[in-house]
């Protein structure tokens, strides 16, 4: 929690100060005392209330004191909010491997079907940008709210060759920094900040983010730790979905999912892991470790999902944790309400125990 004003601060010098007139106001009417001769009398006139009850009234309006002085330096906490400018960057592995059949009816249309369902339950409001990457990365659709844009780029999708993570995020960084100008592109160099520690909490992060989905460790490019600390220097966070399981599959893609380049020149297989259209099993490897780092670094999250139900559910669910950040809110008020309830239940307190006997009407003669 943090002021606005923090120099108001110093209204709450005012408790002690009642404090010490109280005190010394005491001390006085023990100097002026009349001395009597019966300590019975006294007693007899006195109230009858207990030393806490006399406290009470006493400590409620102190502690309203607080709470008011509190209120006057306007606080703020700083909490998790939606942001009414997110925009999301889905990079979405398009390697060779992703022709597996581990996923019916193989994991390319299982992730199809899942970044439509994605797209489609998102607010109109919400910008969404496509990367697709194999060997290499390349931005299909600049973040937008076109959602018929969006779902036409990722029925497009096409397998090839090689799997480029790391600069999949960086690629994702770049089209961040189109939209947002408080976030500086991967070739600026941002000096001490670039450095691979993680992002920090304390300082909040930008509305935009990216999920990386990829059923596969990387093989080409620049490592995706790396390119993680670059989104971190950024305040970026990246959320990274593995997809698949590591039981061999063969290897099936149609017609239609297969790009020019996937084949090797002797009809061999793709270079991402896996044959052509009826190739071998093989097993899948995910590089979690890395996917988990890359999470942690930039304050992201790693999720894994083995089949089509799970990737459904991971994608529909990243809405609750993409479309939060960090924003300073000033609860000034909560203080304030707080400090007069105290102040008042304290003042009616002391009236209420102060007030004398009722006095009983006199019968009429």
Known sequence: MSFSWPWALAAVLAVPLLLVARW????????SAVTVSSVALIRAALPGRTAWRRRIPVYLLLAGMIALAGGLARPQATVSVPSNNTSILLAIDVSGSMCSTDVEPNRLAAAIDAAREFVEKQGDGT???LVAFSGIAGLLVPPTTDKDQLLDAIDTL???RGTAIGQAILTSIDAIAEMNPDVAATGVDLGDSATGTAADPSLGYEPDTIVVLTDGSN???VDPVTAAEQAAARRLRVFTIGFGTTEPAQMVCTADQVSGDSFQSGGGGFGGGGGGGGGRGRTQEIDEDALTQVADLTGGKYFKAEDADQLVGVLTDLPSEIGLH?????ISVWFLLLGA?????GVGLSLWWSRGPAVPARPRT
Not at 24 to 31: D, E, H, I, P
């Open 341 to 345: 309830m105290l102040a008042f239940s």
């Open 158 to 160: 096409k397998t090839s």
């Open 24 to 31: 010394w106001l005491n001390r006085r009417r023990k100097r």
């Open 219 to 221: 093989t080409t490019g």
């Open 127 to 129: 910008k969404i940008g």
């Open 326 to 330: 960090k924003e300073k809110v000033e």
